[in-house]
């Protein structure tokens, strides 16, 4: 089993920046490929960015290419996700997920953080 903990979320004016960070732990015996998603209010999870275990595949989502920058350092088991020139309607929580395919398959992630609110003040 795998727990994901993430940090580093808050409140922040239009244009800011903040980064999250997420933190695996527990039974990881495969390279996970890790990604980010958000939850805003009344809509539905979306994918927001995805890491492979190597740093050499990368996926995003249109709504934030060019803004948010995911990385990772596999020697602490932490991802990262830089998010530059916020906007209101990035509003949401934020999610950590990973899979153990080391895929970027939005389907494939199979284990969830808690969550963490981004709030964007306009």
């Known amino acids: 089993q795998v727990q994901l903990v993430e940090s580093g979320g808050g409140l922040v004016q239009t244009g800011g920046s903040l980064r999250l960070s997420c933190a695996a732990s527990?039974?990881?015996?495969?390279?996970?490929?890790m990604g980010w998603f958000r939850r805003a209010p009344g809509k539905e999870r979306e994918f927001v960015v995805g890491?492979?275990?190597?740093?050499?595949?990368?996926s995003s989502a249109e709504s934030v290419l060019g803004r948010f920058t995911i990385s990772r350092d596999n020697a602490k088991n932490t991802v990262y996700l830089q998010m530059n020139n916020l906007k209101p309607e990035d509003t949401a929580v934020y999610y950590c997920a990973a899979n153990r395919n080391d895929v970027l398959t939005t389907s494939a992630y199979e284990y969830w953080g808690q969550g963490t609110q981004v709030t964007v003040s306009s």
């Open positions: 890491i492979n275990w190597s740093s050499n595949r990368r």
């Open positions: 527990g039974r990881i015996l495969s390279r996970l490929a």
